[in-house]
């Protein structure tokens, strides 16, 4: 079919007969597999949905933490704490010797 590979025409029906089409299916390739806009779009919609979750749960938990703070330190919490602690021990299991 090629003929004798020696021959200077080996080289030219390569480039014409394979290389067109090799070119063109790796072309096909990339535009395939290159990321469509929607998709860089919905990426980026999804990093700043994960980050604005991100702070939404720093400011919850500071919340929290100073809703806490605010019960440790109040005066009710100081005034039960030798009855929570008599509760701690009765709530202890025993040891045996």
Do not use: C
Request: net charge positive; aromatic share 6%.
């Amino acid at each position: 079919m090629w003929g004798n590979i020696e021959s200077p025409d080996y080289a030219v029906r390569i480039w014409r007969r394979l290389m067109p089409d090799l070119g063109d299916r790796l072309l096909r390739q990339s535009l395939h597999e290159k990321p469509t806009r929607e998709a860089v779009f919905e990426k980026e919609r999804l990093r700043r949905a994960a980050h604005a979750a991100l702070e939404r749960e720093r400011a919850l938990r500071a919340q929290a933490e100073s809703e806490r703070d605010a019960l440790l330190s109040s005066t009710s919490w100081r005034m039960t704490a030798p009855l929570r602690q008599l509760i701690d021990r009765i709530r202890r299991p025993r040891l045996i010797d």
